[in-house]
C-alpha cells in the first residue's frame, strides 16, 4: 500500500514537472451537405507562446491590443499548419472563426463538396516548434465512430482508410 502511494505520489510530482502538450481535433464528414466539419482544442497559453515566438511580439489571446490582427494571425497559423486530403485530393480549409474557453481555445474550419472518404491524410503541426513533446490527437468520424490517429513532432501526418 504504501509503495503504491509513493508510486502515486512520484507519478503527480513528475506531471507538474513534465506537462503535457496536446490538441485535438475532430473532423466531422457531413454525407448530406458533404462537407467536413472540423474543430481544433488547443490551449491558449502555448499558442500564445508559439505565435509571440513566430511574429516576435507579444500575443494576448485573451486580451489583444489589436482583435482584427490576432484573428488574421490565428487564420493564418491554423490554416498554414492544418492539411486534409481526401480520396487523394487535397481539400480547401476555410476558418471559420475561434472561441476561447477556459484553458483552451477552439477553432472552427470546413471544406465543402467533399465525396465521401475512402482515404484520408491528415497533416497537423500545430505547436511543434515550440514543444517537442506535443502530441496532436486526431478523431475523423465518417460514420458514427471514430478512425483516429495521433501525429508527434517528425511525424506530422497521418493515413486513414475506411
Known amino acids: 500500500m504504501i509503495n503504491s502511494f509513493l508510486i502515486s505520489l512520484f507519478l503527480i510530482i513528475q506531471s ?3 506537462p503535457f502538450f496536446i490538441s485535438l481535433t475532430e473532423i466531422k464528414y457531413n454525407q448530406t451537405d458533404a462537407s467536413l466539419e472540423i474543430s481544433q482544442k488547443v490551449f491558449w497559453d502555448d499558442l500564445e507562446v508559439e505565435l ?5 511580439s507579444k500575443i494576448d489571446l485573451l486580451k489583444p491590443k489589436d482583435k482584427p490582427d490576432l484573428e488574421r494571425k490565428l487564420r493564418q497559423y491554423i490554416l498554414q499548419h492544418n492539411e486534409i486530403s481526401i480520396n487523394g485530393k487535397k481539400v480547401e480549409l476555410v476558418f471559420l472563426g475561434y472561441e476561447i474557453e477556459e484553458d483552451a481555445a477552439w477553432f472552427y474550419l470546413e471544406a465543402k ?17 515550440n514543444f517537442d513533446s506535443q502530441q496532436n490527437i486526431i478523431n475523423f468520424y465518417r ?15 497521418g493515413l486513414i482508410r475506411f
Open 113 to 129: 463538396k467533399i465525396p465521401k472518404p475512402e482515404t484520408v491524410i491528415v497533416r497537423n503541426s500545430i505547436l511543434y516548434k
Open 16 to 18: 507538474l514537472f513534465h
Open 143 to 157: 460514420d458514427k465512430n471514430p478512425k483516429s490517429l495521433i501525429l508527434l513532432k517528425g511525424k506530422d501526418s
Open 52 to 56: 509571440s515566438d513566430l511574429y516576435k
